[in-house]
């Protein structure tokens, strides 16, 4: 099993650029994630899905937009780049349940320019 | 504002030596509290609490969630530099938050 993959994993945009970050897990969890990770802010979360075609917004939505059209697959979006995006972006999935345990994919390094 | 607090926010130690990583919550409705070791890449879990004062270990690693003081400890005794890394601490709630975790060096 791969667990959860992310590609890419390291990204170079300028500002105003779009791009669309992949996430996928084999161990068919309900429910996925999107984090950003900034020096002294740990994880703060973005998006969250719950199920095949539902998403959320978790605390620091905006500029970003999400899609779970498969139950593996949970995309993260970037219309128009911004260097405040610069960071380090992971995704996570666990069984049903945002309370239980999650599996970190191995994160995506974004620069924005 | 739902807000998780951890210190102290790095710690420098000698192996051997005992350490005490602390988290304190304010939330609505508080669901678990989750800890988490990051080494160089993804987070792994820990340890999951859910009810206060029942302590989960795994070997050297405790952990213990205080429900009436809105807190958790992270013990980790006879510390080795494997042990090196930053410390997450989670509340869900019907989302999650972390805290900025603790980065904890241990030198030989």
Known sequence: NAGVTQTPKFRVLKTGQSMTLLCAQDMNHEYMYWYRQDPGMGLRLIHYSVGEGTTAKGEVPDGYNVSRLKKQNFLLGLESAAPSQTSVYFCASSYVGSHNEQFFGPGTRLTVL | ?108
């Open chain 2, 1 to 108: 504002e739902d807000k998780v607090v951890q210190s102290p926010l790095s710690l420098v130690v000698h192996e051997g030596d005992t350490v005490t990583l602390n988290c304190s919550y304010e939330v609505t409705n508080f669901r678990s509290l989750l800890w988490y070791k990051q080494e160089k890449k993804a987070p792994t879990f820990l340890f999951m609490l859910t009810s206060s004062g029942i302590e989960k270990k795994s070997g050297r690693l405790s952990s213990i969630l205080d429900k009436k003081e809105l807190s958790s400890i992270l013990n980790i005794t006879a510390t080795q530099t494997g042990d090196s890394a930053i410390y997450l601490c989670a509340v869900a709630t019907g989302d999650m938050r972390f805290g900025a975790g603790t980065r904890l060096t241990v030198k030989p």
